[in-house]
């Protein structure tokens, strides 16, 4: 209490922060009696003549405030929402960002400017089915179907993240897709745009390959151009976080100069009109992305706070300028950059400085060289590895997954951040002046070949261990304790043991998570129906299995992809291929782009077609080191995977390339699942085994593959009780005929399904 009575003016614009996120998740009803009670009992207060300073002025009115902003700002949101949600509309819109575009479907960030004939403004996410390229800043129309992010998307994460963005609306062009032809220059985000393009091209000029789509990730936030693989080989490592440009790339910069300025600007008030000056530079050369640019704000306040106060306050400055960037922009308090940015200056201010003033007086004191130049270097380390360590837990809590070699490889990889966070900015200044930019060029280069060296070395020694939200209360409890150290005041000179035990609280949370990454026996089997071709993943043991039915898209990958990433497995163990059906080497290409593949089953080669296509997957397979396997698909032959049995039977095998029917049976002793290919049954031994499904009265699901053929309609009687899934409503009206009144029948283009549980 005697902490927060130092610093009201900081608390009360934290308690406004926690007020909102907490106002936000609850219904319009509950906020307004909230600001009508909360208002109320201030009156109260006032007119009795109250002298409880604390409660009158930093308790009450920051929870009444944030209660007014979550009304006004999301009032229209949800308007919205329950205007447009499961409506279909005629629109025009202008496309502001690629999401994703490739052969099966295309994502698009846009802004809706009419809607039906009316005006209106706001976000959303538009998809399309198959590829479309779009240029950004460009007007078009279509008519779209709406619907609520909510409602849409699983993955709470996912949800925060289109929250940060405004997005509350997600929509499916339909039909009528016309382009305008004509390009809309929105104010300011089109010209941001095109600053970042030119930033860009100029980097360009001097480097290339991978180090430069590295470089311009880690400094523009271009990530179109990084590789899957390197994508992937920074997840392992625990390092997707310095890929998105934030706070924390902002405060490394800044807080550098900061220190380094300290002996050039005798007069503090000069030095941060500099720092507000760089930090708005640097946003700028960003191209003014939307997490730097939060950023940029909250630094800016916070070095305003500076100069409009008599007596600087770091702490009250920090928290005002979180407040009040949180009262401009409320959707700010889901955008991981805000929090980034603002335990990474934390860091900076609480420890960062204390630990630095020590440094530097062991530095005065020495008179060995070689020790002042390694105490220096340590100097310089130290700003960017504290703002990664108190970055943590916001990195962890978002990404919902932590890599065991994430606090090493954080602080192994910050110098090569650093080198390239201070050189490539010259690159882009004096691109035009060769003299002048080919040094940096040279240092960048070197700093972004080492990182993506050592990424590819350790990516494959450091297995992730899934969160699952168990280890929420002790992040928590860290964060609870870094505001508390915030609050400190005559005793700072006890957060210098804050870094200690961040680091212990790290080591127990990965040795726990490491236990239960061992021993954890979930087994799972996740169906996925692209429309292009059906897949599983199957879970067992924390090991993954994919079992690919037809030919593989890039839609049917990311499927895979996004099973995987979302039960945090790195790795697949096994990858089967049912047939070789639209199959070549790019099939196991496209998986390999976002994971490791150990082991490939593929059934005997019946034909030179085939034969060729198997000889290409096993080249392949050799030079990436994966091991191949053959099995006979024509007689069921089982292949065992860490306690669960697939048995894979092709029961109306034909010549290679036509589609034919793939039957696949899951069982681990106590439980059984079988997928059945939609394709032709027209023998007497392929309705038998059929008949044989039903008789054990097991789940059944008839996926889409080979749905063009007919099926037989004598096959489909099973028992009463059986449940039978559809993939899609097509194949339920083929079957609709032969079913008895008591079947259960469920449409499933997607099924998890656990089989211990």
């Known amino acids: 209490m005697k902490a927060i009575k130092q610093r009201p003016f900081a608390f009360s614009c934290i308690l406004y922060v926690v007020s909102s996120v907490l106002l936000f998740f609850t219904d319009l009803p509950i906020k307004v009696a909230v600001i009508l009670l909360l208002f109320t009992l201030e009156m109260f207060f006032v007119f009795k003549g109250c002298k409880h300073r604390l409660l009158i002025l930093y308790t009450i ?41 490739n052969d099966s479907y295309s994502l698009y960030t846009v802004s809706v400017q009419r809607t039906d004939g009316k005006k209106t403004d706001f976000k959303c996410q538009l998809s399309f089915d198959g590829y ?5 800043y460009t007007l078009h129309s279509a008519t779209v179907e709406f619907a609520d992010v909510f409602g849409e ?23 009528n897709y016309i382009d305008n032809q004509r390009q809309e220059r929105l104010f300011p985000e089109y010209y941001f745009y095109r600053a970042n393009r030119f930033l860009s091209e100029r980097i360009d000029r001097y480097i290339q390959g991978e180090e430069n789509s590295l470089i311009q990730a880690l400094l523009l936030g271009n990530k179109d151009k990084l590789t899957g693989e390197t994508k992937y080989n920074f997840r392992l490592l625990g390092l997707s976080h310095i890929l998105a440009v934030s706070g924390m790339h902002l405060s490394l910069i800044i807080g550098t100069l900061d220190k380094l300025f300290d002996r050039v600007y005798e007069d503090l008030r000069k030095k941060h009109i500099l720092m507000i000056i760089l930090t708005f530079f640097y946003a700028g050369m960003t191209g003014f992305s939307q997490s730097v640019s939060r950023a940029a704000v909250m630094l800016i306040l916070y070095y305003l706070m500076f100069l409009v106060s008599r007596k600087a306050d770091s ?38 400085l204390l630990i630095d003033s020590v440094i530097t007086a062991k530095k005065e004191e020495s008179e060995s060289r070689t020790k002042k130049i390694l105490l220096k270097l340590l100097s310089g380390l130290l700003y960017g590895i504290v703002p990664v360590m108190f970055s943590l837990p916001v990195i962890w809590l978002s990404y919902g997954e932590i890599s065991i070699l994430s606090p090493v490889s954080n602080i192994l990889f910050t110098p090569f951040l650093l080198g390239i966070m201070y050189t490539a900015p010259f690159v882009v200044i004096f691109a035009s002046l060769y003299v002048i930019a080919a040094n940096p060029a040279v240092l960048s280069y070197i700093c972004s070949h080492f990182m993506l060296f050592f990424t590819r070395l350790l990516a494959p020694y450091s297995p992730i261990v899934p969160l699952n939200y168990d280890f929420t209360p002790l992040i928590i409890i860290l964060l609870v304790l870094s505001y508390t150290v915030l609050a400190l005041k005559n005793i700072k000179r006890k957060s210098i043991y804050f870094i200690p035990f961040v680091c212990a609280a790290v080591m127990f949370a990965s040795f726990c998570g490491a236990h239960r990454y061992i021993t954890s026996d979930d087994q799972k089997i996740i169906y996925s129906n692209t429309s292009y071709g059906d897949s599983f993943v199957v879970i067992s043991d924390n090991k993954a299995l994919v079992c690919d039915i037809s030919g593989v898209s890039r839609l049917n990958a990311k499927e895979s992809e996004r099973a995987l990433y979302e039960n945090h497995i790195e790795k697949i163990d096994t990858y089967v291929i049912t047939d070789y059906h639209s199959r070549s080497k790019n099939t196991l290409d496209e998986v390999n782009s976002y994971t490791r593949i150990g082991k490939v089953y593929m059934p005997y080669a019946e034909s030179g077609d085939e034969e060729a296509i198997a000889k290409a997957i096993t080249e392949y397979a050799s030079e990436k080191g994966i091991e191949c396997c053959i099995y006979d698909s024509a007689l069921g032959e089982e292949i065992d995977f860490f306690g669960i049995r697939m048995n894979i039977r092709n029961v109306a095998r034909r010549s290679v390339n036509t589609p034919s029917s793939i039957c696949v049976t899951f069982t681990n002793g106590s439980s059984s699942f079988a997928y059945v290919g939609a394709g032709a049954y027209s023998t007497e031994m ?60 469920k449409i499933a283009d997607d099924l998890e399904i656990w089989f211990n549980r």
């Not at 059944?700 to 099973?718: M, N």
């Not at 009463?720 to 009144?741: G, K, N, V, W």
């Open 132 to 136: 479309v390229d779009i240029d950004e």
């Open 61 to 101: 009115p920051p929870i009444i405030l944030a209660g007014v902003v979550s009304v006004y700002f999301y009032s229209i949101n949800y308007r919205n929402i329950l205007t447009y949600d499961g409506k279909t509309c005629d629109v025009e819109f202008v496309v502001t960002d690629k999401d994703n575009v």
């Open 686 to 745: 392929e309705e038998r085994h059929l008949s044989l499904l039903f008789r054990e009265e097991i789940p059944i699901l008839f996926g889409e593959y080979g749905r063009e053929e007919k099926l037989p309609i004598t096959t489909l009687y099973g028992q009463d009780d059986t449940e039978l899934y559809f993939a899609s409503q097509t194949i339920l009206d083929l079957c609709r005929d032969t079913l008895t009144d008591r079947a259960t029948t």
């Open 153 to 175: 998307i699983s993955k709470e994460t996912s949800k925060y993240s289109f929250l940060a963005k405004k997005i509350y609306l997600t929509a499916t062009v339909t039909d």
């Open 315 to 352: 702490t009250t400055s920090l928290c005002t300028a979180l407040g009040v960037l949180c009262v401009i922009s409320p959707n700010s308090i889901f955008d991981i950059g805000l929090w980034l940015s603002f335990l990474s200056t934390y860091g900076i201010i609480t420890v960062a």
